[in-house]
């Protein structure tokens, strides 16, 4: 079945460095690839997605950009606030979101001044 | 903004007690999701629905959880008897007929002592 595999954190940075959180992905067909953050206390918020192959998906600085030849996601920002902390996840659902997503386990971050 | 509300925010109970969650999904989003979320087991898919109707629970232990959807505006997901293992965050989310990102509820918080 579909799949999502992400970096394990949890990975603590410097407030202004640069952030790279992994993902990677198996699925039948072309899905559609999330990232997903939640923040202390609260639900999951959608951060970006891409719908097909070359698509960047980009929001608050974040970014990402859909691989088929290497079946990744990563997310990405130059420089990274404390406001940043929180567990980020990536996530797949199929072409036409007929199936629930699927999460990775989630990636905890945290920036400290 | 349009957002998927959920009651209670917080629920402390003993071991044995009915417990019913309730969400109101966003207006005009045919199908819900209900997610449990714990620190073992990260994001887990308890079921959902489209349109009103079931299309998978078998994320749920079936002896003592249930999920409905009365009517579009309300899904309800009852624990009966509670268990201390039962312990967790409970997301309600909703998405559009097209389209396949979701949105989610700041969460359940459950306790059961």
């Known amino acids: 079945g579909d799949s999502v595999t992400q970096m394990e954190g949890p990975v603590t940075l410097s407030e202004e460095a640069f952030l790279t959180i992994n993902c990677t992905y198996t699925?039948?067909?072309?899905?559609?690839l999330f990232w997903y953050v939640q923040y202390p206390g609260e639900g999951l918020q959608l951060l970006l997605k891409?719908?097909?192959?070359?698509d960047k998906g980009s929001n608050k600085g974040f970014e990402a950009t859909y691989r088929k030849e290497t079946t990744s996601f990563h997310l990405e920002k130059g420089s990274v606030q404390v406001s940043d902390s929180a567990v980020y996840f990536c996530?797949?659902?199929?072409?036409?979101?007929?199936?629930?997503?699927?999460f990775g386990k989630g990636t905890r971050l945290s920036v400290i001044a | 903004d349009a957002r998927v509300t959920q009651t209670p925010r917080d629920k402390v109970t003993e071991m044995g007690q009915e417990v019913t969650m309730r969400c109101q999904p966003i207006?005009?989003?045919?199908?819900v999701f209900w997610y449990r979320q714990t620190m073992m087991q990260g994001l887990e898919l308890l079921a959902y629905?489209?349109?009103?109707?079931?299309?998978?629970d078998s994320g749920m232990p079936k002896d003592r959880f249930s999920a409905e959807m009365p009517d579009a505006t309300l899904a309800t997901l009852k624990i009966q008897p509670s268990e201390p293992r039962d312990s967790a965050v409970y997301f309600c989310?909703?998405?559009?007929?097209?389209?396949?990102?979701?949105?989610f509820g700041e969460g359940s918080w459950l306790t059961v002592v």
């Open positions: 989310a909703s998405g559009p007929s097209s389209g396949n990102t979701i949105y």
């Open positions: 699925a039948t067909g072309y899905p559609s």
């Open positions: 891409a719908t097909k192959a070359d």
């Open positions: 996530a797949l659902s199929d072409l036409l979101g007929n199936t629930p997503l699927v």
């Open positions: 207006l005009g989003h045919n199908t």
């Open positions: 629905f489209r349109n009103r109707a079931p299309l998978d």
